[in-house]
């Protein structure tokens, strides 16, 4: 018997996915590459590997480089990831549901780094574009999750038939 996927088990399908994307790519960073010991690999003129531990959130902003702000860092976390899952549960469209998983497993991945390392393993360096900050898969998933959201929330056109899915 065939079954669809409802759209909770979408986004925590899109979040397992950004999770272990995440989480592959700064074990490679870390074990292969060994960033840490490089510090700085370029790849294209634009474009390099540059290892950060980003002890604040997003962009380096609101440095928590104690044990205790690290700790506020990773419950805050998880509220807001709490929060999307209750969100994520009474989803109506497919794609509220896969920007909403996109951000969910971000934002586990880079609270999982706080636990592990004290800080977040950033190394995605577009300074070459004057975008000054180092970021991860994480954060981008975060980022186009948000951006795709909000611009879901103000576009969406309203389906008279839902886009839910019976169990």
């Known amino acids: 018997m065939k079954r669809d996927l409802t759209l909770p088990q979408w986004g925590a399908l899109v979040a ?22 490089r510090r700085s690999v370029e790849i294209l003129p634009f474009f390099d590997l540059s290892m950060v531990w980003n002890e ?3 962009f380096g902003m609101f440095q928590a480089g104690t044990v205790a702000g690290r700790t506020v860092l990773v419950i805050f976390s998880l509220l807001v ?7 994520l ?27 592990i390392y004290g800080a977040v393993v950033d190394f995605l360096d577009f300074s070459g574009l004057a975008f000054k900050w180092v970021f991860n ?3 981008s ?13 103000f576009f969406a056109k309203e389906d008279p038939e839902k886009d839910t899915q019976s169990e």
């Open 16 to 37: 397992m996915a950004v999770f272990v994307l995440d989480r592959l790519s700064k074990w490679w960073i870390l074990n292969i590459v060994d960033l840490p010991a």
């Open 56 to 58: 604040g959130v997003s």
């Open 81 to 87: 990831v709490g929060f999307l899952v209750k969100w």
């Open 89 to 115: 549960l009474e989803a109506e469209r497919w794609l509220q549901a896969v920007f909403l998983g996109m951000i969910i497993g971000g934002a586990l991945g880079n609270a999982l780094d706080r636990v």
């Open 137 to 139: 898969v994480a954060d």
């Open 141 to 153: 998933a975060i980022s186009t999750g948000v951006a795709l959201l909000v611009f879901d929330a």
